[in-house]
DNA sequence: TATACTAACTAACATTCGTTAGGCAAAATT
DNA sequence: AATTTTGCCTAACGAATGTTAGTTAGTATA
């Protein structure tokens, strides 16, 4: 294993003070005394503030957008949304405060590197946008606006990087696949409703039969619920 | 319709800088200048800083509080999750960018106002976490870790600001709605599950009849299809 | 060994920052 | 009408900012 570089170890630096300060509130004094250094010799490790952050934002940007492209075209909309989620989850909880900065601090980016990442952003929720819309039209999906639908979703699983940490056991990949579960799927126990409504049919058909048996059903329903 | 004060219109202006610049990055100059004046004429309006982002806020996470205060206690779970959520990005969606400098700005409040800012907040995701515990324990929603499900949920409503705009003719109430029936009952189209799932069912009572119109057995399935 | 490079330092720069103090004219109050 | 308050101005303060320039000692290279 190689031992980290001295610009990396900075990065790595920046990127904590950014996530704790903002990169605005965080001068270039507090994270040369954080390092161990004068702030003048920052200045050979890189050309300037904005660097640090420009090495913050576009990797990750990259990552993501990188991280669709190789969705299987042959799934359904449902298990393409499903890795596409995992896939975002995956990325921003492998470094959480690169995240952070990234979901917060582009801003402070100057042109022309602001609206190049503003586009990246767009192009990257296109694709989820993409996937909505195909699930809308082949049924899997439920007719609501793909936009709101899209930042609804991103926004939901942007929320991992604040509390993730691979300390705490948790594998990524599982807290992906729960919370798209819960995005795909709902909150709501409807698992437990779909097994009621087929209780229900399953009576009607035994009333229908005029079996008569209803000692026989009240056992059906019992089991239904112990389930 | 009294006018608005000039401490108000000073605090509206505030927001907006805030808000594109972040507070950080900000000058009393920047703002002064936006507002008609010399920077240090603000000072006839306010202490410092400071109490512009105080301004910004703290009332909105009172409002927040309060608005989760008289959920009825006779609702299920998920109606006061539905309720809360509608409070949520009813209040959230008011006035857009008082609430996106609220979620991104209060980590410049300094001691002790930034602690008590994240207190509040603690004890508002409390309530969301008290009413999805109360879901799951009565059944209602699926066993899942409650702190997840709340970050996750307030999360995702809290990407409305940042989209939504009161002249698009939209009612906040609606996309509250809209946003927490995604998030109940999932994107998945579980209705037309459900349907097919009772059709397969009623096709196996008409074969266990042994009939023998299999006609009938093929119309009964197109008219499902066609829903 | 001589030279070049690296990564640190000190000193300094020009600019910007949030804020205070004093002054003034208009509006409000007594 | 006299006084006070309000809301603006200019000037200035001490501190902070990102960065440059020159220097130095250690390391790497020719």
Known sequence: MAPKSRKAAL??????LFRDKGYAATSMRDLATHFGVEAASLYSHIRNKEELLYNICFPLAQDLFSGLENLPKDLSATERLLQALISHVTLITRSPDQSIVFLQEYRHLSEPARTEFLNMRKAYEQKFKLIIRQGIRSGEFRKIDEKITTLALLS?????PYWFRKESGLEASWVATLLSDILIHGLSNKTKSLQESEGQVRRKVAL???VGKVEKITKTKTSTKTK
């Open 11 to 16: 990065e790595q630096q920046a990127t904590s």
């Open 156 to 160: 939901a699983v942007n929320s991992t």
């Open 208 to 210: 229908r039969k005029g």
